[in-house]
């Protein structure tokens, strides 16, 4: 699958960007100085949507990204997690709060699934505690 490749290779640039040969600004960052850098692109991404410009959309998506990719990276390197730790707990989270895609709620109406939304979010703080 062609998008896998491009996104094994991303994790691969920032790996190089910061490994030995890399980019001293990117090794240099943390997830602390990192974020006004999300916040930012966040802003931008909101912008390009209320004007509705598709193009500068992809752009500002990318960025984001840009952002989770690099803050996974740095997660990485301090054995904390990665990328793929990400990607498994959001596809978890995304199953379990969709019952009614994924199990067998019954759950129809946008009112119906909100309430179950936030039922099983408050279950989920509950089970965290």
């Not at 920032?14 to 600004?25: I, V």
């Not at 959309?57 to 997660?75: M, N, P, R, W």
């Not at 969709?98 to 759950?107: E, I, M, R, W």
Request: glycine share 4%; aromatic share 8%.
């Amino acid at each position: 699958m062609k998008n896998s490749k491009d996104f094994i290779k991303l994790t691969e640039i920032f790996k190089k960007l910061r490994g030995p040969d890399g980019c001293a600004w990117d090794k240099k960052q943390t997830n602390s100085s990192l974020m006004k850098y999300l916040f930012e692109e966040s802003k931008e991404l909101k912008e390009a949507v209320k004007k509705g410009d598709i193009e500068n959309i992809k752009e500002e998506l990318g960025d984001v990204l840009l952002q989770v990719v690099f803050h996974a990276q740095i997660a990485k390197e301090n054995g904390w997690f990665d990328i793929q730790d990400v990607i498994r707990y959001l596809n978890s989270k995304l199953i379990r709060r969709h019952p009614h895609v994924f199990g067998k709620s019954k759950a129809k109406t946008e009112k119906e699934i909100i309430k179950q939304w936030s039922l099983i979010k408050k279950k989920e703080k509950k089970l965290k505690k």
